[in-house]
């Protein structure tokens, strides 16, 4: 497992009983994980909760508020600042344990323009979300191509990069990923490196259906048609459950045997202040040979 633990503006307090306690750079707030499944604190009776998110019965559910916070806020990762905001479905815009991919991507990115200083690295974001990764590549010095079906998001995206100081090096997109990637391949625009956070499931604005243990292997090799001779890397990350870094690293195995290189796969996890990590989700990650 890779634990991100080099957070300043962010910890996780305690966990229990389906839950995680969370501080948020001076806000306080309870959400559920479905991670954690071991019990023994009340964590709804902690002194100091700015909110907690609870559950519906019929889906979804909401926050209540207990003590006072702004609607929005930053936090910054090393050199990184985020725009924070409690949105639905328990999310606050950003996943703080994707800091161990920032890091290094943003390594990987950095030592390709150092053996290539002339070199434009192009990188193209799939599934972009609020664009966490699309910001930490541009402040390597790559240019990102950043997709997202979600107007909104986008433009959330749009806001972390201005706080970050790297807006001029990413390009926003509001499409289906899917029919962005078929029109690229036709276009014959090629990346250096591809990032993708696919969902489990969605459903597109024309009633399309995709659902990831039948569509992501045939996604990434359609993908793995926009890289470059030589790519620096082919990040997926998952937050499916029951989907083993194992399978992601077969995917890419067989998806890029065209390409020289290794590839990688492992649990993300963040450290909490309990001493354990809590493990977050799944990465493949392939480097390309000259890395």
Known sequence: MKIAADWKDYRILATSDGMKLENWKGVTLLRPDPQVIWSGKDLYAAEGINAVYHRSEKGGGGWETKKPFPA??????????FKVKPMGFKHTGLFPEQAVNWDEMRSLIKSAAEREP???????????YTGAASVAC???????????AAKGMVERAGENARLSGVESGIRYIVDDCMKFVAREIRRGNKYDAVIMDPPSYGRGPAGETWKIERDLFGFVKSCAQLLTEKPLFF???SYTTGLQPAVLKN???????????RTDAYEVGIATEEGIPLPC???????????
């Open 281 to 291: 989700g799944a990465s493949g990650l392939f480097y390309g040979e000259n890395l």
């Open 235 to 237: 990040l997926i990350n």
């Open 251 to 261: 995917i890419l195995t067989l998806a890029l045997a065209a390409f020289a290189g």
């Open 138 to 148: 541009a402040k390597a010095g790559a240019k990102v191509t950043h997709v997202d």
């Open 118 to 128: 002339e070199r434009e690295i192009k990188i193209l974001n799939l599934f972009a």
């Open 72 to 81: 929005e806020w930053t936090v910054s990762y090393r050199d990184l600042t």
